[in-house]
T-cell receptor, first 116, second 113 residues
Framework: DGGITQSPKYLFRKEGQNVTLSCEQNLNHDAMYWYRQDPGQGLRLIYYSQIVNDFQKGDIAEGYSVSREKKESFPLTVTSAQKNPTAFYLC???????????????FGDGTRLSIL | DQQVKQNSPSLSVQEGRISILNCDYTNSMFDYFLWYKKYPAEGPTFLISISSIKDKNEDGRFTVFLNKSAKHLSLHIVPSQPGDSAVYFCAASEEEYGNKLVFGAGTILRVKS
């Protein structure tokens, strides 16, 4: 079945550690995204990538880094510089949109990151 | 500054009745709007979208209405079913390729049987 796989589902991090969240899609989508969700809030965009080897900062990129070496993979690293990393992280992908033909984003099931 | 607002944190509806979820936005450059449904510990599921060139889009039990002058959109679910109980997020985009979505805080819908 085609879809977006995020792993692990739960992740624990010690203070000062970097941690990498995995996101893989087999939908042949060009664009991929990372969001963060905090309790009672909507999703906020961290980084996004429209094509391989290219990515842009979203609204809350500080303390995060990404890479897009393959079309199907878009890992997110939460660095020690991120002061409040405890959150639910969601990865999404979409086809490349065209003018007058926007494409919806489709989401994985998320990774919940907690600080020990 | 919240560009997309869902002012009702929760809504309770009887099974078989209509559910109406509302969303307001402040950015007049938004041209693409979406509704997502989310269950706990899962990712959001795309429900329905509408482009700013339309004022209505229908898909089965789900209809989205867009009022550009009021910067308001709504999702109607008719008839509501217990399985519709979830958090509903409104999202909007201003870029022509719809890449950067701005989400509202969500509305919890409870459909009582």
């Amino acid at each position: 079945d085609g879809g977006i796989t995020q792993s692990p589902k739960y992740l624990f991090r010690k203070e000062g550690q970097n941690v990498t969240l995995s996101c893989e899609q087999n939908l042949n989508h060009d664009a991929m995204y990372w969001y963060r969700q905090d309790p009672g809030q909507g999703l906020r965009l961290i980084y996004y990538s429209q094509i391989v080897n290219d990515f842009q900062k979203g609204d809350i990129a500080e303390g995060y880094s990404v890479s897009r070496e393959k079309k199907e993979s878009f890992p997110l690293t939460v660095t020690s510089a991120q002061k409040n990393p405890t959150a639910f992280y969601l990865c999404a992908s979409s086809k490349a949109g065209t003018l007058y033909s926007n494409q919806p984003q489709h989401f994985g099931d998320g990774t919940r990151l907690s600080i020990l | 500054d919240q560009q997309v607002k869902q002012n009702s944190p929760s809504l309770s509806v009887q099974e078989g009745r209509i559910s109406i979820l509302n969303c307001d936005y402040t950015n007049s450059m938004f041209d693409y709007f979406l509704w997502y449904k989310k269950y706990p510990a899962e990712g959001p599921t795309f429900l329905i979208s509408i482009s700013s060139i339309k004022d209505k889009n229908e898909d089965g039990r789900f209809t989205v209405f867009l009022n550009k002058s009021a910067k308001h959109l709504s999702l109607h679910i008719v008839p509501s079913q217990p399985g519709d109980s979830a958090v509903y997020f409104c999202a909007a985009s201003e870029e022509e390729y719809g890449n950067k979505l701005v989400f509202g805080a969500g509305t919890i819908l409870r459909v009582k049987s």
